[in-house]
Nanobody, 121 residues
Framework: QLQASGGGLVQAGGSLRLSCTSS????????LGWLRQPPGKEREFVAG????????YYADSVKGRFTISRDNAKNTVYLQMNSLKPEDTAVYYC????????????????WGQGTQVTVSS
């Protein structure tokens, strides 16, 4: 089970750090990702990280602004979000995948409860 936290209300240009913790014993065996669902839109991929943390990949819309990282000793994955824009407003979810480099929502499973991020202009 994955549980995301750290969302909130922030002004455009601000920063937030999301965390996602797993209670599972196989956390380090999976690649992980952050995905989001803007209001009235489909869920979309944001960032992913390989099981060892040595490879990361991002959606073009967040590249250079967001950074994904993980600490397998703490069963936690993070998403540092800088230079936030109103279009980043969404419910953010973490999820696991066995697909290397997955960027498609259907490739992710074990969805946790999301956390709301709202960016005001």
């Amino acid at each position: 089970q994955l549980q995301a936290s750290g969302g909130g209300l922030v002004q455009a240009g601000g920063s937030l750090r999301l965390s996602c913790t797993s209670s599972g014993r196989t956390f380090s065996s999976y690649a992980l990702g952050w995905l989001r669902q803007p209001p009235g839109k489909e869920r979309e991929f944001v960032a992913g990280i390989a099981w060892g943390g040595d490879s990361t990949y991002y959606a073009d819309s967040v590249k250079g602004r967001f950074t994904i990282s993980r600490d397998n000793a703490k069963n936690t994955v993070y998403l540092q979000m800088n230079s936030l824009k109103p279009e980043d407003t969404a419910v953010y979810y973490c999820a696991a995948t066995v697909v290397v480099g997955a960027k498609t929502v259907k490739d992710f499973g074990a969805w946790g409860q999301g956390t709301q991020v709202t960016v005001s202009s």
